[in-house]
């Protein structure tokens, strides 16, 4: 038995009520356009809360111009969390709606893998393609890119982009890593491997793929041109949706924040001449992410711009480990595991961890210049946006996600009762949710650090009674709650009815998913096995 499932069988059974009462509290109160909205749904990889400039207006930074325009003109949410700390598994919730004990995407999937999001699991864009929208996707998928868990045949019409992280394969000139990646290694035949190379954090021997639809367009692809491309793709399938008069769902999976980083060089330079300073490399990657976004916002205002909601978030919070190219977590620095060793950002549950940059803007619809503090998550995007679209999600199996369609048009306040993160690896079974947050209080059942910039991971510790803490007072988490003052007692008594509940809820539904995360060196993505590194067409 798993040591996350240990609970199991000591809970009550009242969950099933639990949950209709909650369903029913933020059932949502739609006032029906005149025809179906269109969506844009716009992830951030490895961003942190504090690297947009208005969740942070002290620092007078002007990083994310666009998104700032986008928070001015609609809502900003400041306590949005990513549902996972880690890759594959915050993308599996965002677009299933649940947990990854019940979706079964609990760590990341490799270049080797040969499945993804398991198959018995329904997606946003099939059910909003089945409704009669246009689907497409562009940017990082890392959900399975073997035939049918690649990203057309999860209910996208249209895909461009890489089938996983921007470090998960050699490109001909490296963008920015630590440690620094060398360029593919052409001299020899092709020979995959599915480990990382030499170099410990790098792939020399595997190109990076971009791929359309199910074709590798270009293998290794070039990180300094990429941006440029997914304008191109952006702005074609906006326009294109327009002309067809069709409703649609863009998904733009963007990667500029996670290594290696590539951003725009000066005029009249080369990448492997002139590079920025070295200090500036993550903002210049910000700012471009930023200037993407704003394309993005400039052509759906020029199209359909009343009937268009764009939503932008984070996947999870920055990657530490890479020091000087990694973002910021803000006021949330985990300072209860940072003085014990290790970081407290991507991978963990402190807030760094997971607590992501989050704004929406839709026209006419959310009121502008407004912020909202309700607790959401990155699962609620599934039955916002179905609700908004007037889609019923299939009754067969049980969701996590919430519709915040009343927040974000009416103005409500109130999100999740209770929010589980699940262990994302820097401590515990991986997908196990033993640190949970109702209210201003948050419990760790379990802690660990990360690896942070030179240093070492933090040592896993078991809490039992769990470490509480009050974030309305204590963003940094740094001391937790006396154990015998009234107020720890009464939060952890309903803390743990509340996991409790949940575990047996996954443990008796019939509609668990379990994810294959077998590897072989055949599932590998290679344009032309007979040329090095699958290159496409051969250098000279």
Not at 318 to 336: D, I, L, M, N, T
Request: proline share 8%; net charge negative; with cysteine.
């Amino acid at each position: 038995m798993e040591p996350g499932f240990s609970l199991f069988l000591l809970s009550g059974m009242l969950l099933c009520g639990v949950l209709l009462h909650t369903v029913s509290q933020h059932g949502a109160h739609v006032d029906k356009p005149n025809k179906k909205p269109n969506f844009i749904v716009i992830l951030a990889d490895d961003i942190g809360w504090g690297d947009l400039d208005v969740n942070q207006p002290d620092k007078k930074a002007n990083n994310t111009p666009y998104l700032n325009l986008m928070a001015e003109q609609g809502l900003r949410l400041t306590d949005f969390h990513s549902p996972a700390s880690t890759c594959s598994p915050s993308r599996a919730a965002i677009l299933t709606g649940r947990y990854g004990l019940r979706n079964g995407v609990t760590h990341n999937f490799a270049v080797g893998s040969v499945a993804g999001l398991p198959l018995s699991e329904v997606t946003l864009p099939q059910l909003l393609q089945k409704a009669g929208y246009y689907t497409a996707m562009i940017g990082k998928w890392h959900l399975g890119h073997n035939g049918p868990y690649s990203p057309t045949n999860r209910g996208f019409d249209y895909y461009f982009g890489i089938p996983y992280s921007n470090d998960m394969g050699c490109t001909d000139i490296p963008g920015y890593n630590l440690p620094q990646c060398p360029p593919c290694d052409s001299s020899g035949p092709q020979v995959i491997r599915l480990k990382r190379g030499v170099h410990g954090e790098c792939y020399s021997k595997v190109g990076l793929p971009l791929i359309e639809n199910s074709s590798i367009v270009e293998q290794p692809l070039d990180l300094w041109t990429l941006t440029e491309q997914y304008k191109s793709a952006a702005t074609r399938i906006i326009q294109n949706a327009r002309e067809r008069g069709q409703p649609y769902l863009l998904y733009i999976a963007l990667a500029h924040m996670h290594v290696p980083l590539a951003p725009p060089l000066p005029p009249d330079t080369s990448a492997t001449t002139s590079r920025p300073d070295d200090g500036k490399v993550y903002t210049a990657s910000l700012r471009e992410m930023d200037d993407l976004v704003g394309v993005v916002k400039s052509t759906s205002d020029d199209t359909d711009k009343d009937n268009t909601l764009i939503w932008f978030t984070g996947d999870n919070g920055p990657w530490e480990q890479k020091c000087q190219y990694a973002g910021s977590v803000g006021p949330f620095k985990g300072k209860w595991q940072t003085s014990r060793g290790g970081g407290s950002a991507k991978r963990t549950t402190w807030e760094g961890g997971h607590r992501v940059p989050t704004v929406a803007y839709w026209p006419g619809r959310i009121s502008a210049n407004t912020t909202s503090s309700a607790l959401l998550s990155g699962m609620d995007i599934f039955p916002t946006l179905l609700s908004l679209a007037g889609v019923t999600p299939p009754i067969d199996r049980r969701y996590d996600g919430i519709d915040a369609t009343n927040i974000f048009l009416h103005g409500e306040r109130s999100g999740h009762e209770v929010l589980f993160h699940p262990n994302s690896g820097a401590a515990g079974t991986f997908g196990d949710l033993e640190t949970v947050r109702t209210g201003k209080h948050k419990a760790f059942y379990i802690t660990g650090g990360a690896e942070p910039c030179g240093g070492a991971t933090g040592r896993q510790q078991l809490h039992n009674p769990p470490l509480i803490f009050d974030l309305e007072c204590d963003q940094t988490e740094e001391t937790p709650l006396e154990v015998q003052t009234p107020e720890y007692q009464a939060v952890q008594e309903k803390i743990a009815r509340w996991r409790e509940e949940l575990l047996w809820d996954i443990a008796t539904d019939k509609s668990v998913s379990a994810a294959d995360y077998t590897t072989d060196k055949s599932a590998a993505p290679c344009c032309d096995p007979r040329h090095a590194v699958c290159r496409c067409h051969p250098l000279g």
